[in-house]
């Protein structure tokens, strides 16, 4: 394959779980279930990871036990900075409204139970925290800087931490709207698409923050790369069972992803030929330059995106209301 520079066709992430760099780096790693929801623990010394990992939120029972374990979670970030229901929150929606898959920031904060205003005037209840949310839209909309406008809030409401909630990109479609991302890191936003802003940390604006992201949108790369390796897959499942009798008798489509698979380069000569020899790394870069210079490389989210969106949306202030909150 010839030497270019990719670094403009760069594969656009926001998962620490698509950076196979950033896992090699990390010093500690647990994975566990819970409810069964699989979860990742990322830890470093400056920083905490968690990535809740699941299959489905379009029925009431699977999204009401990925509320709870996104709740559980988020409750373990918070007790690292020793919040209680005197500390003051600053929930942050990032995001276009006007985008569906880009609009979970902005939905998410009209669920957040808001309680400042009523602190204020010293009417609320115990159980409740003093909370302030707002979504300062995006700054090709507002011509305002995310920074600068969250940065703006901050000195006038002076909270003790920030929980920042935005749409992500991944670079694995089995994870996008089926995977939550926590993390007291800070964002950049917009970086899923290519259109980096000022980052917002605790570095940058001198708090505690905590993000908390959902993978809504992929690159049509990224879907070419995913389906060259399950259509490998699918041959070697297929390949090691067609022998078999009891594989003559199913009737119906089988999830070979389940099976233990085994690859060898010889198969995946006979595939695809000479892209088959191709190793992971020189197969992406093969698919950015052929889509990405021609402007095919487009960003995609599923079809049911409004239903998947507002169920998404649902299940993090859940989760950050009965935190934050005892409700």
Known sequence: MHSIDLKKYELRTDMVLDDNKELKSNKERKTYVNKGVNVSLILDDSYSYVTLEFSDITDTDHKDMVSLVFKEELE???KMYNCNLKTKYLIVGL???????????????DKIITTKHLFDINEVGDNFSCVSAFSPGVTGVSGIETYSYVKGVLSMVKPDILIIVDALSSSSISRVNKSIQ???KGIMP???IGNERKELSEKTLGIPVISVGVPTITSASTIVFDTINYMMKNYAYNK??????????????????KSNLSINEDDKKTLLGLVGMLSEDELKELIYEVLTPIGYNLMVSPKEIDFLIDNLSSILSFGINNTIHKL
């Open 182 to 184: 926590i993390s007291n």
């Open 190 to 192: 917009g970086s899923g």
């Open 95 to 109: 995001g276009n409204i006007k985008s569906t898959p880009d609009s979970l920031g902005p939905l998410t904060i």
């Open 240 to 257: 090691e069972n067609q022998n078999k009798k009891s594989y003559k008798l199913i009737t119906k489509p089988v999830n070979y992803l």
């Open 76 to 78: 373990k970030f918070l």
